[in-house]
């Protein structure tokens, strides 16, 4: 390395990624997808005046981990962000969905032509615009954006695949025989 690429920072950068880089299998790049769809702004975030800005760090740093083929495009990162915006926040939902739910010839926040990704969602122009709206309405302390830490997660079942199933087929037929005697009793 030292040959090749003295004094050239960006090159050794370039030369180090490519040599301890690993390639990612198929259970990890589902794992990245799960991170992704497990996304939310009041779990890892929180509600501060900076959540939209901060939110579209954290999908900008889960993309970045993905391996290059994988990555996502910039209508998926926009859409991702206007979903987590109109799941969480009632005041902002109807402007959120609209976009979320236009045809693409109606986007409001879209790349123009002549730039790299023409024609997709503009991910950077939705992260301004809603942070521009959401940081007033923070500040301002409209009902539900009062100032919280990231929540934490529910916890995760510790049952195996096998017990869970013994047990919703355990309670499933108790309420059949519960249902059966119901009948049974209204009829007679």
Not at 17 to 40: K, P, Y
Not at 157 to 176: I, M, W
Request: charged residues 25%; neutral net charge; aromatic residues 8%.
């Amino acid at each position: 390395m030292q040959q090749n690429h003295f004094q050239d920072g960006p090159a050794a950068f370039t030369y180090m990624q490519g040599a301890c880089r690993r390639a990612i299998n198929r259970l990890e790049l589902r794992s990245m997808e799960h991170d992704w769809d497990d996304l939310d702004i009041l779990t890892h975030v929180g509600v501060t005046a900076n959540s939209i800005s901060d939110i579209a760090k954290k999908i900008n740093g889960l993309d970045a981990l993905r391996p290059a083929g994988s990555r996502k495009t910039q209508t998926e990162k926009g859409d991702k962000l206007l979903e987590l915006i109109f799941t969480c926040s009632k005041h902002f939902s109807t402007d959120a969905l609209t976009e979320y739910n236009a045809a693409p010839g109606d986007w409001m926040y879209r790349i123009p032509g002549g730039a790299p990704a023409a024609g997709q969602r503009d991910f950077a122009g939705i992260t301004q615009a809603f942070h521009v709206l959401w940081k007033p309405a923070v500040d301002a302390k409209l009902p539900g954006f009062h100032v919280r830490a990231p929540s934490a997660k529910p916890a995760k079942p510790t049952r195996t695949t096998l017990e869970a199933g013994l047990l919703a087929s355990e309670s499933g037929a108790t309420e059949r025989a519960n249902v059966g005697t119901e009948f049974h009793q209204e009829a007679g």
